[in-house]
């Protein structure tokens, strides 16, 4: 899987290879024998690993290394998992059998047969293990359960309020708001644009004013809130437009007779449409949808967010609204509530200049200045912070167009078990709105959440959940009635960088992708083309271990 995966996959076949090991589990010796020996083996491999993983970007030679002991892990994983499965099989067999001497794991006409040639995978597996493992021509540390140790004792209850707070954005919503509602526009339907690069935060902006409750509820009769993202077909636009407007899931209908209903409820009033997060090069789509969309009345407005003006000036908008970084007060507003304890920085000179320094390197984009600000965090000290920004930062070229370099910064920073709990949210659709309880589920599904035996694991991957909130992995959060977080969504950009980090090791079949890769482990199905980014669950699957 992604990268930090192995180092849980490692402790799954130690845990695997140990339950399996015990008298009570009936092996014949030799497969015994050659589990203990692959035990040993992955132990002394899974001592390296996260050093390893965390040297690949700097060296081409152990990202192969690491590729090939990937392949491997995942299949002892599998090897293991097979033999586990069948003892259990016999156990509930034979369970109700009168003659005790039969429990055995296989029956008496094939155990032998199949003993050795278990045994025979077993080591085979092993050599193969050892093999990569002599291979290693680089000098790795073994520090990765003291790095845990320390990680763990410093996660503390980083304030929500942080992760939810909106800065330095007032000029633009007020902006936004005086040019939706500017009483001298012409035209009935008119475009306005809001273009930047990811990260600054277009979607919080649109959302800012979309729920404004004093100037923007009282003028538009109609308001509705559609995610577009990198699919921009017409009909399925349509669907979502006519679904927040009527509050009504509409499906298997025709494109004239969606155009009829919706028409029949948006022409001669006044609405706002928010297309959010729009890709659309091809001009002759749009001019299709806009002409759908024509028959509003006087003053009704289409926002668009997009990430370049070239999509933009497609829309032939009356006015773009080119949203830029936070200036430097604000940005450092935002990034000492997110880096310091309570918001409040430091006394120490020195410190604060490091900070301002690493500051620069968010260049103003909120979603970069969230992350850092939440990974730094967690160190406390000014030699932690300087360390980090001569050996990590200084690293990342400048580019004010790619914030994802930065972003990658925190994702290496995560222990192993959130990096692969956060790569694995690559199979969700985009603006897909997740169920938390969902989630933690296929985690412990599959064998990411890491628990002792007096704990139980939902609290453990509730845990990671948050985790991985407060430091901007997660967002856009519903709470229930109790005020816990019950469903969130995930950044693009943060949806982006899952995809990056997870690479062929989860593909999403849909209308673009319908290949699945040899080395491909899960896979996940979008049925159909949704009229709602809420997907009903039911029809979203998760085929696990696919290979």
């Known amino acids: 899987m992604a990268e930090g995966a192995l180092f849980g996959v490692a ?14 589990v009936a092996l014949i010796w030799g497969v015994k024998d050659e589990i203990n020996k692959l035990k040993e083996t992955v132990s002394t491999i899974k001592a390296v690993l996260m050093d390893a993983e965390a040297k690949q970007h700097n060296s081409e030679a152990i990202k192969l290394w690491l590729q090939r002991l990937k392949d491997a892990m995942f299949d002892a994983d599998d090897l293991l998992d097979e033999i586990s499965t069948e003892a259990l099989r016999q156990e509930v067999i034979t369970r109700d059998k009168k003659a005790k001497e039969v429990r055995i794991f296989f029956s008496k006409s094939n155990q032998l047969a199949y003993g050795v040639r278990m045994g025979h ?43 939810e707070a909106v800065i330095g954005r007032e000029d633009d919503k007020e902006a936004i708001i005086g040019s939706l509602l500017d009483p001298n526009a012409k035209e009935n339907v008119s475009v306005l644009a809001i273009v930047g690069i990811g990260g600054l935060g277009k979607t919080t902006l649109a959302g800012l004013v979309f729920r404004d409750e004093e100037q923007i509820k009282k003028h538009f009769e109609l308001k509705v809130w559609v995610c577009v993202s990198d699919n921009f077909d017409v009909k399925i636009i349509v669907e979502k437009i006519l679904e927040g407007v009527t509050s009504k899931k509409l499906e298997n209908l025709q494109m004239d007779t969606l155009v009829t209903y919706l028409q029949k409820e948006i022409n001669g009033k006044r609405y706002l449409i928010v297309l959010d997060d729009v890709w659309n090069e091809d001009r002759e789509k749009w001019n299709e949808l806009q002409k759908i969309l024509m028959g509003g009345a006087i003053g009704s407005r289409i926002l668009v967010t997009t990430r370049t003006e070239f999509v933009a000036k497609i829309t032939q908008p ?17 990034f000492k509530k997110m880096a310091f304890e309570e918001g409040k920085e430091p006394k120490n000179e020195s410190f604060v200049k490091i900070a301002n320094d690493i500051l620069k390197k968010c260049v103003g984009v909120p979603l970069a200045i969230r992350t850092i600000g939440g990974l730094l ?28 370099p930065t972003l990658m910064l925190s994702y290496y920073h995560l222990t192993p078990h959130l990096k692969q709990c956060f790569a694995y949210c690559s199979l969700f659709p985009k603006d897909y709105k997740i169920d938390k309880s969902s989630l933690i589920n296929m985690w ?28 901007s992995f997660f967002h856009e ?27 062929s090791d989860c593909t999403t079949i849909n209308s673009k992708v319908k290949v699945i890769k040899e080395k491909t482990r899960h896979v996940s199905f979008e049925n159909r083309l949704y009229s709602s980014s809420e997907i009903p669950i039911s029809l979203f ?4 271990g696919f290979a």
């Open 11 to 24: 402790k799954g076949i130690i845990g695997i290879a140990g339950n399996l090991a015990l008298p009570e």
């Open 121 to 163: 995978k077993v080591k085979e597996m092993r050599e193969r293990l050892v093999a990569i493992a002599a291979d290693r021509q680089f000098q790795l540390e073994e520090c990765c359960e003291e790095r845990q140790a320390r990680y763990k004792a410093r996660r503390e209850t980083h304030s929500l309020s942080h992760a």
């Open 318 to 334: 009356m006015q773009l609204h080119v949203l830029k970084g936070l200036d430097k007060q604000h940005a450092w507003s935002l």
């Open 377 to 404: 965090y967690f160190k406390k000290s000014e030699i932690e912070w300087l360390l980090f920004e001569k050996n990590k930062l200084s690293k990342i070229r400048q580019n004010e167009s790619d914030i994802l």
């Open 444 to 471: 412990m599904a599959q064998g990411f959440i890491l628990y002792e035996e007096n704990q139980c694991p939902k609290d453990v991957g509730d845990e990671y959940f948050m985790d991985l909130f407060w430091r």
């Open 477 to 503: 959060v519903e709470k229930d009635e109790l005020g816990n977080i019950s469903k969130f969504k995930i950044h693009d950009l943060m949806h982006d960088l899952a995809i990056q980090v997870i690479g």
């Open 541 to 544: 699957h998760t085929l696990a």
